[in-house]
């Protein structure tokens, strides 16, 4: 069965950043970017123990 995954890669002014990739290989989340490789595995950490329980909320502007 394949699976989703997180691919972590560094931009072009340097910093770390990642990028949630379906199992067919389409991007469907993106992070922001971080300084340090430590900080940006923190936010992938981050997104996994939240996303699971998160609520979804209708925003209209």
Known sequence: ???GKF???TDKAG???FRLKAS???IIAVGES???RAAC???IESVK???ATATIVE???
């Open 7 to 9: 691919e972590v890669y």
């Open 15 to 17: 910093k770390f950043r």
């Open 49 to 51: 123990k939240n996303a």
């Open 34 to 36: 971080y300084s340090s």
């Open 41 to 43: 595995m923190n936010g």
């Open 24 to 26: 067919n290989g389409e």
């Open 59 to 61: 925003v209209t502007e």
């Open 1 to 3: 069965m394949a699976t």
